[in-house]
Nanobody, 125 residues
């Protein structure tokens, strides 16, 4: 199971930190990611973190503003979001693959097996 939290309403330019706690004993072996979806739009990749080598990638639209990190001891992945823009408004979902995805597949939502219920982020002007 995945439980995402931390969403809310924030003014443009502000910050939020999302958290997603996963159940399971081998979280350190999971590939974890954040995706977002706005009403009427397709799901969009945001950021991902691979296990073991700690490789992280993020989409061009959030690069330099959002940072994905993980605390394996707490079975938790975070998404620190800074300099938020109105276009960042969306429901943010965490996702997990219980293995180490290859770099070229990290952006593919179909590669993730488990999904959290989502947390809503609203950025106001």
């Amino acid at each position: 199971q995945l439980q995402a939290s931390g969403g809310g309403v924030v003014q443009a330019g502000g910050s939020l930190r999302l958290s997603c706690e996963a159940s399971g004993r081998t979280f350190s072996a999971y590939t974890v990611a954040w995706f977002r979806q706005n009403q009427g739009k397709e799901r969009e990749f945001v950021a991902a973190s691979r296990p073991y080598d700690s490789n992280t990638i993020s989409s061009g639209s959030v690069k330099g503003r959002f940072t994905i990190s993980r605390d394996n001891a707490k079975n938790t992945v975070y998404l620190q979001m800074n300099s938020l823009k109105r276009e960042d408004t969306a429901i943010y979902h965490c996702a997990v693959n219980a293995g180490r995805l290859i770099l070229s597949t990290l952006r593919d939502g179909d590669k993730y097996t488990y999904w959290g219920q989502g947390t809503l982020v609203t950025v106001s002007s």
